[in-house]
């Protein structure tokens, strides 16, 4: 019952640096979503995609690239890292069904950029 | 305006107290209301989720929401200190297939 896997859970980055975070479902969701956390601020939603192959921008899509070429991995891309980008990020997934579209959350990872 | 407005919080309150979680949105096209609850350090999870105007009940938890005034709550009855987390309120459309999320209110309840 792995359910949203995402890796790395802590990352420490300088400024200009790039990576990839990794987020994995097994759960068959055609939804997948990035979104970012900050204190004080709840959930901004960064980019989601509907299925493989379909991606599309939230609110704050800025400085981040998404690729889904599988329905299970959605990886999320930081360019060139910056201090604002200094944050928690969770990975969720769903499949909507009658409507509501209930989401599965990761357990996050922690990122600083200095 | 956001479309999601939770009142802020912090909220430290003393076990076995009844806790009142409140949340207004500006878009009446939102059909679907959801809590999530939130531990430290963990993502969130499906606390309850309702669609209708009234109340929704889960054991200690009960959902409200007023559609005509564009507000949902929840409650909590018997708080216990394994029920101190974050709780936020997510709204959606159907038709987006994506959620909205309030910001958040953080809940202590102490022994």
């Known amino acids: 019952n792995a359910g949203v896997t995402q890796t790395p859970k802590f990352q420490v980055l300088k400024t200009g640096q790039s990576m990839t975070l990794q987020c994995a479902q097994d759960m068959n969701h055609e939804y997948m979503s990035w979104y970012r956390q900050d204190p004080g601020m709840g959930l901004r939603l960064i980019h989601y995609s509907v299925g493989a192959g379909i991606t599309d921008q939230g609110e704050v899509p800025n400085g981040y690239n998404v690729s889904r070429s599988t329905t299970e991995d959605f990886p999320l891309r930081l360019l060139s890292a910056a201090p604002s980008q200094t944050s928690v990020y969770f990975c969720?997934?769903?499949?909507?069904?009658?409507?509501?579209?209930?989401?599965?959350f990761g357990a996050g990872t922690r990122l600083s950029v200095l | 305006q956001k479309e999601v407005e939770q009142d802020p919080g912090p909220l430290s309150v003393p076990e076995g107290a009844i806790v009142s979680l409140n949340c207004t949105y500006s878009?009446?096209?939102?059909?679907?209301f959801m809590w999530y609850r939130q531990y430290s350090r963990k993502g969130p999870e499906l606390l309850m989720y309702?669609?209708?105007?009234g109340n929704k009940e889960d054991g200690r938890f009960t959902a409200q929401v007023d559609k005509s005034s564009k507000y949902i709550s929840l409650f909590i009855r018997d708080s216990q200190p394994s029920d101190s987390a974050t709780y936020l309120c997510?709204?959606?459309?159907?038709?987006?297939?994506?959620?909205?999320f309030g910001d958040g209110t953080t809940l202590t309840v102490k022994p």
């Open positions: 997510a709204i959606q459309n159907t038709n987006a297939g994506k959620s909205t």
């Open positions: 969720a997934s769903s499949s909507p069904g009658q409507g509501k579209n209930i989401q599965y």
């Open positions: 878009n009446s096209a939102f059909q679907y």
């Open positions: 309702t669609y209708s105007s």
